[in-house]
């Protein structure tokens, strides 16, 4: 049977239940002109998406050769931000090549951007004539919204719901359990 992703961002929040979990803290660091912090913001990688030609192969080689045990929806890396203490994730998966989710082209790889206050990200973007692909999404683990940068890559942008790593991962077990 040939494994298709679900068209929502599921797989954001679906990953192993014993995923990897990182000891180290994360800090972003902004440079340039215009730096937005605090409402708006955006606070790191929520995810990283690869096309994959044969996707149960890939993450097999990525299982033996970097231990990155992914499954069928990715692996959820945990790690606690610095600045505010906060527990967050960063979610890795392979898609299939024909997938859609990554909007159309030949774009092979989807950056998904955690973002604070999701609303004022849109109304910054929109006002410098960035146009949002459809319909904000809501999800238990987070509101979803999608934008085309300046070359026409599809973008992901994340605004998570707050969690430590247990409630996540009991969350999920409900969510695999329906």
Known sequence: MKM??????L????????????GSA??????????HEGEGA???????FLKADNPEKLRSWYRE??????????VNFFWRDVKDGQYGRT???????DTSYFGPGAQEVMINYRVRDLDVVLARLRQ???KQLGATQEYWY?????IVDGEGHRIELWEPDRFSPEEFQRRLQQEAGR
Do not use: C, M, N
Not at 26 to 35: A, F, K
Not at 42 to 48: P, S
Not at 65 to 74: K, N, R, S, T, W
């Open 128 to 130: 410098k004539g960035v």
């Open 142 to 146: 987070g509101r979803f919204a999608w």
């Open 91 to 97: 979610a890795w998966s392979l898609f299939p090549k």
């Open 42 to 48: 955006v606070t790191g990688i929520g995810g990283v």
């Open 65 to 74: 050769h970097l231990g990155i045990d992914a499954g069928e929806y990715g």
């Open 11 to 22: 797989l954001v929040a679906l990953g192993l239940l014993g995923g990897a979990v990182l």
């Open 26 to 35: 994360l800090t972003v660091v902004s440079r340039g002109e215009e730096t």
């Open 4 to 9: 298709q992703h679900r068209s929502t961002p």
